[in-house]
């Protein structure tokens, strides 16, 4: 079956880096998409990587390691704004999304 | 700017009454998804479209129907409603696939009693 594992639920503080970590068994693989979603409202894209290495937006950066089924999302200088749920989702051989059930991102002050 | 509306918003049924969620983008995409999100789970996809015309079914269609008469609206119909069916319902649109995200709506939260 396909499976995409991600942590239910992390605690940061603000000013802090976290990472959120995502590790997928897929058929196949066109590529992984991170989105944000605060709660109550509509999931909106972050990132997208399909070739193995770092990918850097702004305070944010995506990694993946297709060998090992990984990836992960930096988010640097945190912000309150920040506090959402972190979805990961891969494009699989269909090239329809499998997702996973998403981390809830807590920032403290 | 209105990217991808969804109606109505809110809406509380009984167990077997119908009713038929309506999502409209503006943004020309051939691609339409309707996902359902509930607590502890990743989306999963409900029925897609490819194009005006088309339709297929994706991870969980059973119990829902749905149709794709003009390019920018794809309806979801659900024929008798089950409390099984509670979730919050969200379209997308995208222009393809691989490299092109998804744009959602805001969701329409459906409870059933």
């Known amino acids: 079956g396909q499976n995409i594992d991600q942590p239910t639920e992390m605690t940061a503080t603000e000013g802090a880096i976290v990472q959120i970590n995502c590790t997928y068994q897929?058929?196949?693989?066109?590529?992984l998409f991170w989105y944000q979603q605060h709660a109550g409202e509509a999931p909106t894209f972050l990132s997208y990587n399909v070739l193995d290495g770092l990918e850097e937006k702004g305070r944010f950066s995506s990694f993946l390691s297709r060998s090992k089924g990984y990836s992960y999302l930096l988010l640097k200088e945190l912000q309150m704004k920040d506090s959402a749920s972190y979805l990961c989702?891969?494009?699989?051989?269909?090239?329809?999304?499998?997702w996973g059930a998403g981390t809830k991102l807590i920032i403290k002050p | 700017n209105a990217g991808v509306t969804q109606t109505p918003k809110f809406r509380v049924l009984k167990t077997g009454q119908s009713m038929t969620l309506l999502c409209a983008q503006d943004?020309?995409?051939?691609?339409m998804y309707w996902y359902r999100q509930d607590p502890g789970m990743g989306l999963r996809l409900i029925h897609y479209s490819v194009g005006e015309g088309t339709t297929a079914k994706g991870e969980v269609p059973d119990g829902y129907n749905v149709s794709r008469l003009k390019k920018q609206n794809f309806l979801l119909g659900l024929e008798s409603a089950a409390p099984s069916q509670t979730s919050v319902y969200f379209c997308?649109?995208?222009?393809?696939?691989?490299?092109?995200?998804?744009?959602f709506g805001d969701g329409t939260r459906l409870s059933i009693l």
């Open positions: 943004m020309n995409h051939e691609y």
């Open positions: 897929t058929s196949g693989f066109n590529g």
């Open positions: 989702a891969v494009m699989d051989s269909n090239y329809q999304l499998i």
């Open positions: 997308a649109s995208s222009s393809g696939t691989g490299f092109q995200p998804q744009h």
